[in-house]
């Protein structure tokens, strides 16, 4: 108990503390995403001025030079560690500048608020940085791809457009078509594999971007892979975030450092929201707070919880001792459900064992009987005061068979308990079968017909026992009848009937309606105890209707082959 207890109160706190932590942060950046917003709004009026910004940082490695116009409010331009670069006021301590720039400028890293027609990478696609083609370079590509234009492209081929667009580097982006055969020339060729070939500075910028993409990838565990270019000669990779950091890294020193742009009244304060500055006590506090809460409400439901679970597990120690098992536990809830399931469970031990002392009672008593009548036969033969002639002898043997019979009906129980009850089903004529015990057992009435599929001898042994049965308890003026009718067979009589309260015992093993009854006068209580598990065997059915003064009719229902 005290596991689940524990278990249920460290998963209350997880719980909890994920809550918080879940919360805090939702919270912050809820509050961040705010403040970007509003910054965003305040700057939406120079958008110009952060475009330009970003111009100057692509064709400049560093910030000389830069001078800001005057917008609608001050503009001051920052470094990262907050030096003032440029400033459209005058006299403003570095000191004083706001909290929160109101946007970022770097190239690298583009604000989706400012220019929402950024790659997906976020980077500036006019920088060129190591790719960068040499002017002789981008001339004699630029003459290949008009040669190929005009020349070397299959007549049957969509025209190309007027201008060829052309890479932040300057290389022409062609479409090289080489599913289609283009005019068999040498030259044809060689500008073909010239309009598709990386240069010298080309490669060796696409191997230095291939070896910082396989780093990241390293650092992460991930195998590694080679990039490629795709038709607008841009790189591509499987790790797209891999790829991304590694342009940043490549092209860091080609651009202007990233630099922070306040927008203020001419004053300097800042325009933007203020702001949220969080009280870590407060925070720890509420988090307290919580904690206790939680773990108070954890230590109610879990002592609920295991208090019944205390309860089955006592009522488990008087079962195992064999005392009375059974608990009070009234919970519609899960728990409520094993606690019935228990209660079941201990009721059927308890009538198991009743049931298995009531057997072994009857076992003795059957066996009692007959051994000691032999015993005191042998006994008084051995002592020469009986003889052992004939008609003593016949007696013994019959006393013998009964013995015989009650092991062998103790056997069969036994193997249809285990299931091992051994069946060889076939066609059986139930007309043949019903002529056989009618010339068994005269008096007989047998109606109906048909075939079933049945082993023979066990079916025999049913309705031999059926029908014995029905004789013992049907008397001389009454009628015993055997019928068949589409595949139900029915042993009915006119005797003495069985009562309501004793109809569900029928089948129960040593079971007698009259307990005074002996074995000449009501069988050893196995008969219809074999004839449910023989049927039972077969996939079948039995089953009875009587009433006291009016009769017994068993009906036995086969399935179909």
């Not at 594999?193 to 191997?207: C, D, I, K, P, V």
């Not at 006590?281 to 108070?296: D, H, K, P």
């Not at 060889?424 to 109606?447: K, N, T, Y």
């Amino acid at each position: 108990m005290h596991s689940v207890l524990a278990r249920l109160l460290a998963a209350s706190v997880l719980v909890a503390l994920c809550s918080i932590t879940a919360t805090a942060w939702l919270a912050a950046q809820s509050t961040s995403t705010s403040i970007r917003q509003e910054l965003g709004d305040a700057l939406a009026g120079d958008a110009a001025t952060y475009r330009e910004l970003v111009t100057f940082a692509v064709e400049h490695r560093d910030w000389n030079g830069i001078a800001l116009k005057p917008g609608k409010g001050r503009l001051i331009l920052a470094t990262a560690d907050r030096k003032v670069i440029s400033d459209t006021g005058t006299n403003l301590d570095p000191g004083q500048l706001p909290a929160v720039p109101s946007a970022v400028i770097d190239p690298l890293e583009l604000d989706l608020a400012q220019a929402p027609d950024s790659p997906a990478d976020r980077v500036d696609a006019r920088i060129a940085g190591p790719f960068q083609l040499t002017d002789r370079e981008k001339g004699s590509l630029a003459q290949d791809a008009e040669i190929y234009r005009t020349r070397c492209r299959n007549p049957d081929e969509a025209a190309q457009a007027e201008t060829t667009p052309t890479t932040a580097w300057g290389r022409p982006i062609v479409n090289v078509d080489r599913t289609t055969a283009a005019p068999a020339t040498p030259s044809c060729t060689e500008i073909q594999t010239r309009l598709t070939t990386l240069t010298l500075g080309e490669s060796a910028a696409f191997n230095e971007l291939d070896l910082l993409v396989n780093d990241c990838l390293k650092q992460r565990g991930l195998p590694a892979e080679r990039i490629k270019m795709n038709a607008s000669w841009q790189p591509t990779a499987t790790n797209t975030e891999c790829l991304v950091n590694a342009r940043r890294t490549q092209l860091r020193p080609y651009v202007a450092p990233p630099a922070l742009l306040f927008v203020t009244d001419p004053a300097g304060r800042t325009t933007q929201a203020t702001v949220v500055k969080f009280d870590v006590g407060r925070i720890v506090l509420v988090a307290a707070i919580v904690l206790v809460l939680t773990v108070g409400v954890s230590v109610v439901v879990a002592l609920r919880m295991t208090r019944p679970l205390r309860t089955l597990t006592a009522a488990a120690e008087r079962l195992r001792h064999g005392d009375d098992a059974q608990v009070d536990i009234r919970s519609r809830s899960e728990i409520g459900q094993l606690a019935r399931a228990f209660n079941d469970m201990a009721a059927h031990r308890a009538r198991t064992d009743a049931q298995r002392k009531a057997m072994t009672s009857d076992i003795s008593h059957e066996l009692r009987n007959p051994l000691g009548t032999i015993r005191s036969w042998l006994e008084g033969a051995r002592d020469g005061m009986v003889e052992l002639d004939r008609p003593t002898l016949t007696s013994l043997l019959d006393e013998a068979l009964v013995l015989q019979r009650l092991i062998d009906d103790l056997q069969d129980l036994a193997l249809a308990d285990a299931g091992e009850l051994r069946l060889h089903p076939e066609p059986v004529d139930l007309r043949d079968l019903f002529d056989q015990l009618v010339a068994a057992h005269p008096g007989l009435i047998a109606e109906g017909g048909g075939v079933v599929h049945a082993d023979p001898v066990r079916l025999r042994q049913v309705l031999t026992n059926l029908v014995t049965n029905a004789f013992r308890y049907t008397p001389s003026t009454g009628m015993v009848r055997l019928a068949a009718r589409d595949g139900r067979i029915t042993v009915s009589d006119t005797g003495s009937g069985i009562s309501a309260e004793d109809l569900p015992h029928v089948f129960d093993r040593f079971w007698r309606a009259d307990r005074s009854r002996t074995r000449d006068t009501g069988g050893s209580g196995l008969g219809l105890a074999i004839v449910h598990a023989i049927v039972s065997a077969h996939g079948g059915t039995i089953t009875v209707d009587s009433a006291v003064g009016r009769g017994t009719t068993f009906t036995i229902t086969l399935p179909a082959r």
